[in-house]
């Protein structure tokens, strides 16, 4: 049974995508299985955070080949707290999808893709071998590639290009990176590593250089400055119910990645690595915040808000203290959340006013009060205002940073805050409060039917507001559990023991 | 041959990184390949060039007789070749409809979606 509960998240997409292909033809069919799914998936990961909450690390050989000869998958509170929310996501964007997304799209395979979108996303997540990684990282970023070409409009087509070239490139990245440490320390297990590494015969230089060639990898992934400029480019061009997805999920798994291997196998040479990502924190978090302050796009400012909040997950690995990792963990799982929503929210309104442009919008606070509402409450969520769910993750970093005195990498933090407030409410001003400019009388007059889709379109942002809402105002037990999600990883013996059975 | 192997590798980088920067399609295509080819032929050297002997465990023994190959790259080579395989198909077909509906070769005309839009 235990070896189940880590299984089915990954067994739950894949049969369901399966299943959806059988369907092919009726998209009603697959919509069903969807949503099957997605409520499976979610109860899983729930039965599976609690099951590691009580017993601690759990791992499962694949074929009973034992560790570290076969692939091991390995669920810690971490991983399991991403695969959660990534199936809290993945329900909300599935409900958008069903009356958000044009029927067309719908029947060229989109169920099952977006299935095997969340496989890649819980394999990645809960896998504990590095060449697995590098596969369950090759499902999901098909499945990006084939959902930003969907449908083959112009501008999606452009981003497809930048996207898959970039990504090819990380891959390969990756793949040398996989190499070096396979012929420097012989092994591909993550457990195995992480005992190799802090060997004397290890190869300190050799590993440091594998582990720049990871960070480069991921660091593409994850769109970290300098290597984010993909990402502005393509992540607004499909529609919204994809966008919201992979803008919400992709690069937090890169992240994800990233923190595992560097808490975890690349520890060895801090001296490079802590200064190294605190530049990179820094920088990221600045450009991806003045990038959005020059756009005038809904989907490109929360495009490069992105780039701004993956600097904060990145602050917390470069502090590298339990608190630290404690807040990146808790702002992962927060700015999955409030990201996706802001997508959404930005679809509703498009959907109503068919235009992303903030100059054409306006006006929505008298005509769409709730939806005003809960823009706002996301908004501040990512602002990092408190009593919402932005500020608890921001506080931890920040503390954690005063602890050990760094003070210029919170006071930029601090700061590039105000500069997302100040995006924020240009959304705010230009979207809802001002008057719409020009006012087109075809658009004004909403059939009872459109009246109907709308109000659906409502529902996936209202849940998602009510768990930004949960973590927020009920922020102890998450925040408890992000610091022991956090202990775990820097406790690696947990980890080697739970693998190794030692 | 442990010697060569390198230098080639070296070149393949080079050469695929140079044809990426450049402004065509197609050597966008050529560039993508090599560059999986580079990557590809790293691992295989990565795991030690041993000629002859393969990781077969005889009937009467537990372990194979050294010297073998070591048999974990060449599984991770395939996976990656496959992989790669994959990608590189649909980028292809990417590009194809790209030129299709573009109507151009060069990738210095692709920079719409870069573009902050003023007047919408």
Redesign the interface.
Known sequence: MNHLLIMLPILIPLYGAILSLFFWRSVRAQQVIGILAQVCLLIASFMLLFDINENGIRTTQVGSWPAPFGITLVADLFSAMIVITGSITGMAVYLFSIKGLDKARQTFGYYPVLLVLQLGVSGACLTGDL?NLF?WF?VLL?CC??LI?LG?T??Q??????Y??IN??A??FL??G???V??TLGS?NLAELAVLVRTPAAHPALINMAGMFFLIAFGIKAAIFPLFFWL???Y??PPIAISAFIAGIITKVGMYALIRLFTLVFVTDQDLTIPLFTVLAGFTMVIGVLGAA????FR?ILSFHIVSQIGYMLMGLALFTPLAIAGSIYFIIHNIMVKTNLFLISGVVAHRHG?F?L??LGGLYLQQPLLSVLFFISAFSLAGIPPFSGFWGKFMLAKAGFEIDSFVIVLVSLAVSLMTIFSMTKIWNEVFWKKKPVVDPLLEVMTEQEQRHNRLLHLPVVIMTVFILFIGLYAEPVVAMAQLAAEQLLNSELYINAVLKR | MELILPFIIGILFSASLYLILHRHFFKLILGLILFGLATNLFLFVIGRLTRGGSAIIEPDENVAVEPFADPVPQALLLTAIVIGFGIQSFTIVLIKRVYQSFGTTDLDDMNTTDQIEENH
Do not use: C, M, R
């Open positions: 060449f596969v090759e098909i590639f084939v070409a083959g112009k501008p087509l452009e981003g497809a290009i930048k898959v070239t090819f490139l891959t390969n793949l040398v996989i190499g070096v396979y012929g591909l502005p480019a393509s607004h061009t020059s756009q005038n796009d490109k235009t442009a100059k054409k």
